[in-house]
């Protein structure tokens, strides 16, 4: 990595074109399609939002709406046909490849439906490799990785290799493992999909609650209601469009999920 990467990528000093808010994502325009065969297939078309800091957003919408192609738009995975992504005042589509891979390192926090723990690492290697990969110092990391798994219950399985973890216990190593590096949001993409419901609520809460303490926006893609009703917000991807459809602090009549702490501070979008 460069100092320039470095800097470019540090939020506290961000370069370049400035979003016109301070909201941490705004996203103006987008489009994305894909080529199938001969025939060009328009998966976002013209989508807007704006997502403040420290916020939790859930994200529905029938398999193959473009969900998941939405998140790896956020995250810098892939790029779009049109528009642009601010994310704390920087625009993506002025990223080089290094900047993007800069930019993931230390802005997101990627988790999937899939732990993908490498399956030779213990439970605490596996934590720190976000780190590891972003070149900290390796005390710091340790003791980040271990707090961070003392947080979500599983002090007693740094040395664990995968294979001796449950299903439940490998998707909250997933969990500490995105926000090994601090970073500024979330992207959580079906993260209990594969679970059965009790684990998929107890890794669900630990996300929203880890997210709260350290303020961290958090975009969730779920089909699971009892999840997305957790969310501060919630929107829906329908006919390549994002529809709002729910602020919970606008709307206080709004049921919570008896799960969830009755401490969420007021935002607004
Ligand atoms: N790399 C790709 N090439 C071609 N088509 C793709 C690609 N990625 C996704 N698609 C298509 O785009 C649509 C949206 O996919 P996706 O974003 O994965 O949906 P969701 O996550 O909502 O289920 C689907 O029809 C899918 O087949
Ligand atoms: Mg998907």
Not at 159 to 165: C, I, N, W
């Given at each position: 990595m460069s100092n320039e990467d470095e800097k470019t990528c540090n939020p506290d000093r961000p370069e370049g074109p400035k979003a016109p808010?301070?909201?941490l994502i705004e996203v103006h325009g987008l489009c994305k399609s894909y080529l199938s065969g001969t025939e060009r297939i328009e998966i976002l078309k013209d989508v807007d939002l704006t997502i403040p800091r420290a916020v939790s957003l859930a994200l529905l919408g029938q398999s193959g709406s473009g969900k998941s192609t939405f998140l790896n738009l956020l995250g810098g995975l892939d790029r779009p046909d049109s528009g642009d992504i601010f994310c704390a005042g920087e625009?993506?589509?002025?990223?080089?490849e290094a900047r993007l891979t800069v930019y993931r390192q230390k802005f997101v926090g990627f988790i999937f439906q899939h732990h993908y723990m490498l399956k030779d690492l213990t439970a605490l290697e596996n934590v720190m490799l976000p780190a590891r990969i972003a070149g900290k110092s390796r005390g710091k990391s340790e003791k980040r990785a271990t707090e961070l798994l003392h947080a979500v219950g599983l002090g007693d399985r740094k040395?664990?290799?995968?294979?001796?973890?449950s299903g439940g216990e490998r998707q909250r190593i997933a969990v500490v493992r995105a926000l090994m590096n601090e970073p500024q949001f979330v992207l959580a993409d079906?993260?209990?999909?594969?679970?059965?419901k009790e684990n998929a609520l107890i890794v669900a809460m630990l996300l929203f609650s880890l997210c709260r303490d350290f303020g961290t926006t958090m975009i969730l893609v779920t089909h699971d209601p009892s999840l997305s009703a957790m969310a501060d917000l919630q929107y829906s991807l329908e006919n390549m469009r994002l529809l709002f459809k729910q602020d919970r602090c606008r709307e206080p009549s709004t049921t919570k999920s008896e799960t969830e702490s009755s401490e969420s501070p007021t935002r607004e979008p």
């Open positions: 808010t301070n909201a625009n993506l589509n002025q990223h080089s040395k664990h290799l995968p294979h001796m973890l079906e993260p209990t999909g594969s679970l059965d």
